[in-house]
Structure formats: structure tokens, C-alpha cells
T-cell receptor
């Protein structure tokens, strides 16, 4: 089975709202987590990453939270804009998987004006 | 700086044929990974190449193969195509391989090659 998944396949928000996209992972040995954004017709684009020895990391308008106790990862987008509409994937790297990233199936974020 | 370039962007093949996809990584990047993206299975790791050597391989049949050249450009090949091979094939590059213990940094994806098998 898949080790990284997202709680909701779709999320609809209003422009200006804060968005929270969630992801659960099952392997406590994973040491690195990444969020990617994929717009229609394009390849995934890196948003932010976090190592397992951290519980929070902030970027520009985005924050990633890692809760190792419940194996939960979330991406918070502040003041969501129409340009944030895309599919968001979380990914993990497992020690035993070597160099491979394991991706979740994605959450489609729709931002309405 | 040019991004990851994949060719062709779109192609249509029939069952039983074979296909070769090409990827040019970002200049200076030595690690190239390939992923298959389908609506049903999402993004799945195919393989990674670093310094012309396959470093890791995902759970795909032997019909899927790849190689990397001395200039870091990579190709992947799928032989005896099946309907289920229809997918977006994504190439991604980064400066180093994670096998070197550098477990951070972006993975830069190309826009993919969309393969349709009829």
C-alpha cells in the first residue's frame, strides 16, 4: 500500500483565506518530507521541505508542520491567491528506499475570487 | 538557467511498440530521476541515475529501462508497450544523488512526456 496520502482529494477556498492541506505518512523511518505544487500541464514544482528533526519550517506565505507523534504533515498557505490553484503533493524519502521519493496522490486546491 | 528539458512532449504509440524518452537536466546537475504519473497510481518512482550509473530502481517491470550519458543527459525506454503504460513520464534533476547523504534540496522536474498507448 501507499505510505503517503492526503486526507482530502479536493479543497476549495476563497481568495484571501488561509489554506491547510494535510498529509499522513506511515513510515516513522522517513527522514525528509517535501511539498510540491503541480499546475495543469506542468511538472511538479518544489514548494518547501522539512527534515524529520524539525517540526516547523516557514517559507514565503507557506508553512510546513511535521507532527511525528501522529505521523502527520501539513502545508499551510497564507492569504491564498487564485494562482495557488493547483494539485499539491506531499512526498517522503525513506531510508530503505534509497534515493526514491514516495508521493501521495495529491490534493486539488481551487481558489475562487 | 535553463530548466529540465524533456522530449518529446507528446507522443502516441500502439501496443507492442517501444518508445524512448529523453531528458536534459539542468546544467551542472548530475542526478536524474524518472517518475511515472497516472491518475490512478499518482507519481511513482522509476529509477535514478547518477554519474552514468543506475543508483536505484522502482517497482516496475524490466520493460522499463534507462541510461545516462557522460553529459548527464538521460533516456528511458519502454519496450513492448501496454495500454497501461499511458502516462506522463517526468524527469527530475538535482545536483547530487541522495546516495551521497545529501538529503535536502530541491528536485527540479521537467514538464514531462505524455505517452498515449493505443
Amino acid at each position: 500500500g501507499e505510505s503517503v496520502g492526503l486526507h482530502l482529494p479536493t479543497l476549495s477556498v476563497q481568495e484571501g483565506d488561509n489554506s491547510i492541506i494535510n498529509c499522513a505518512y506511515s513510515n516513522s523511518a522517513s527522514d525528509y518530507f517535501i511539498w510540491y505544487k503541480q499546475e495543469s500541464g506542468k511538472g511538479p514544482q518544489f514548494i518547501i521541505d522539512i527534515r524529520s528533526n524539525m517540526d516547523k519550517r516557514q517559507g514565503q506565505r507557506v508553512t510546513v508542520l511535521l507532527n511525528k507523534t501522529v505521523k502527520h504533515l501539513s502545508l499551510q498557505i497564507a492569504a491564498t491567491q487564485p494562482g495557488d490553484s493547483a494539485v499539491y503533493f506531499c512526498a517522503e524519502k525513506k531510508e530503505q528506499a534509497g534515493t526514491a521519493l514516495i508521493f501521495g496522490k495529491g490534493t486539488t486546491l481551487s481558489v475562487s475570487s | 538557467k535553463a530548466g529540465v528539458t524533456q522530449t518529446p512532449r507528446y507522443l502516441i504509440k500502439t501496443r507492442g511498440q517501444q518508445v524512448t524518452l529523453s531528458c536534459s537536466p539542468i546544467s551542472g546537475h548530475r542526478s536524474v530521476s524518472w517518475y511515472q504519473q497516472t491518475p490512478g497510481q499518482g507519481l511513482q518512482f522509476l529509477f535514478e541515475y547518477f554519474s552514468e550509473t543506475q543508483r536505484n530502481k522502482g517497482n516496475f517491470p524490466g520493460r522499463f529501462s534507462g541510461r545516462q550519458f557522460s553529459n548527464s543527459r538521460s533516456e528511458m525506454n519502454v519496450s513492448t508497450l501496454e495500454l497501461g503504460d499511458s502516462a506522463l513520464y517526468l524527469c527530475a534533476s538535482r545536483p547530487h544523488s541522495w546516495i551521497l547523504g545529501i538529503a535536502t534540496g530541491e528536485l527540479f522536474f521537467g514538464e514531462g512526456s505524455r505517452l498515449t498507448v493505443l
